[in-house]
């Protein structure tokens, strides 16, 4: 508004121009504002794909009321990063944006200006504020080099050290006489009588699922997936290592250009030529991945696969076909240290949870809302659902999640559907007393079989503490190019080797190709920062 009006002065225009440029700016403050006086917003949250409409949100409902906002909302299930890239060119982003790092430290070097810097209103979110002063690791991890803080992260406390667990149909191994498998050389066994006998014992050969996974993204990896068996050669995942990096022994690498990934490539490869991996892997999407495992009634269709918890993967009535396993050596006689994905601090922390555009015409309100949201109260309700139908009120003080209403569902899909859960901004504060669910219990006794790898996991030398470190604006603009050009060579590459073979003749070639990605140079700039951090902590 400021340039239109220097332009009309400039022009020495009539004071009934300007006078209608001031009745123009008046209707825009109005339209910000509803019928009934509350101010008027608008967000956009990636969101589950299973998670209802927010409008049957009632502890959502309370929380807008409690802000005297009324939001426009704008729900994304799918495709978000094709999305994201085209409004953020635009420079027309809603008030608000949530979900997990669905604005990253990249975004905000590469669309600078978009984004309000939050650092000079904490005095308006104190809720926010007793985060960073009872976990200052938050603060850590909101805050830019420069000091500014533009997302702002969550903390919710009750999750274990591990996305991923990996699971087995015991029912039939015990139909068809066989052991749960140690190493990969007896899972390809295993994986290979699934296909061939009738594991289900419906009589029919043809309708067992071998192994599945959930969907690979065009990105990098992610939870419930294969990459898991890196871990039998000594590779420590951390925070899902989706765009491959690692550490090992202090020492930053790329399993992308790792022998150890080409011997695990070659295994899945097998694998899926002999028809022991769902053909569906590479096109199926994560509700497809879920239904498929929950089989019809009580027959089971998939043997070995991975997930968070039981009852979320396999449904109630399923459940108790399957058992969790302990790592996988890859031959009974290797000598690797086992490890697997460590991922306490992604799913404990999050950055960038939610954050406010800098041209919003009513920041205020804005800042009122996202306050509502970090009061322990309403964060548990954020992540497990509303209280009365959720979360029950004990009367002093402490809290207890309730089962599904739907008795036929499981708690883990009860919470997806029900609210926001993992995806949405909260702090989870420590001395908040509440009684955890039947699958969140569960989730403990199914993660007793990871337990000896995960403790032995260093976190000084084995652990990249992403979620930690924070890069200048050029090296993060170095590291954003460089991994989206691997990323575009390396993913399509995944799945073309399992699907089609061929990477024994195509990898020397392949190897050459990520280093000219700028792969050398982002490792080069990783284990600077690495090395900084663990000097300092």
């Known amino acids: 508004m400021k340039k239109v009006l220097n332009g009309f002065l400039a022009l020495s225009l009539s004071a009934t121009v300007l006078a209608a440029c001031s009745n123009e700016k008046v209707d825009k403050e109005e339209a910000a504002t509803t019928k009934d006086g509350k101010a008027q917003i608008t ?56 979900g997990p790092n669905a604005i990253t430290d990249a975004d905000f070097v590469q669309y600078q200006g978009l984004f309000e810097d939050l650092s000079d209103d904490m005095d308006k979110l104190p809720n926010v504020q007793a985060m960073f002063d009872a976990k200052p690791e938050t603060e850590g991890i909101a805050t830019q080099l420069d000091g500014n803080i533009y997302g702002l992260p969550k903390y919710q406390r009750f999750w274990p050290g591990t996305a991923t667990r990996q699971f087995i149909n015991h029912q039939w191994l015990e139909n068809l006489g066989l052991a749960v498998p140690t190493n990969w050389d007896e899972l390809y066994v295993v994986l290979k009588a699934f296909k061939d006998e009738d594991a289900n014992g419906n009589g029919d050969k043809n309708d067992e699922i071998p192994m599945d996974f959930s969907p690979v993204g065009t990105g990098g990896f992610g939870f419930f997936q294969p ?40 295994f899945l490869s097998k694998a899926y030529k002999e028809g022991l991996i769902s053909k569906e892997v590479f096109t199926q999407d994560y509700t497809k991945f879920q239904s498929v495992a929950r089989g019809t009634g009580d027959v089971a269709k998939v043997g070995y696969t ?38 306490y601090n992604s799913l404990n922390y999050g950055a960038n949870m939610i954050t406010l555009s800098s ?21 548990m309700q954020v992540l497990f659902g509303s209280l009365g139908t959720n979360i029950a009120e004990n009367g002093d003080g402490s809290y207890k999640i309730l089962p599904p209403t739907d008795q036929k569902m499981d708690p883990g899909t009860w919470k997806w559907t029900s609210t926001w859960a993992d995806n949405g901004p909260m702090y989870i504060a420590d001395d908040l007393k509440l009684e955890l669910g039947s699958d969140m219990q569960s989730v403990g006794q199914q993660t007793e079989p990871l337990n000896a790898v995960l403790d032995a ?59 000219k990605t700028g792969l050398p140079e982002n490792i080069k700039i990783m284990q600077k920062y690495y090395d900084e951090y663990m000097s300092k902590n």
């Open 306 to 343: 991975y997930g968070w918890e039981l009852t979320d993967r396999f449904g109630i009535t399923l459940a108790p076909q399957y058992s969790p396993m302990a790592p996988l050596k890859k031959s009974a006689d290797s000598t690797e240290k086992l490890s697997w994905a460590y991922d």
């Open 227 to 266: 990459t898991v068996l890196l871990g039998s050669m000594g590779i420590t995942l951390a925070e899902g290592s989706g765009q491959g990096y690692f550490v090992e022994d202090g020492k930053v690498k790329n399993f992308f250009t790792d022998d150890r990934y080409k011997e695990f490539i070659e």
């Open 43 to 98: 967000a956009l949250i990636t969101k589950h794909p299973l998670t209802q409409d927010l409008k049957k949100m009632e502890w959502l409902k309370k929380v807008e009321e409690e802000a005297g906002v009324k939001i426009k909302w704008e729900e994304v299930s799918a495709d978000w990063d094709q999305k994201k890239g085209a409004m953020l060119a635009s420079g027309d982003v809603p008030d608000l944006i949530i």
């Open 457 to 515: 996991v260093d976190e000084k030398k084995d652990l990249y503490p992403g979620m930690f470190i924070k890069y200048s604006k050029e090296d993060n603009s170095k590291l954003s190019l460089n991994n989206t050009n691997l990323m575009s060579l390396a993913m399509p590459k995944f799945s073309q080797w399992i699907t089609k073979g061929g990477i024994e003749k195509d990898w020397d070639a392949y190897v050459k190709n990520a280093e």
């Open 359 to 379: 041209q919003s015409k009513n920041k205020e309100a804005a800042l009122k809302f996202i306050n509502e949201l970090y009061d322990p109260e309403v964060s």
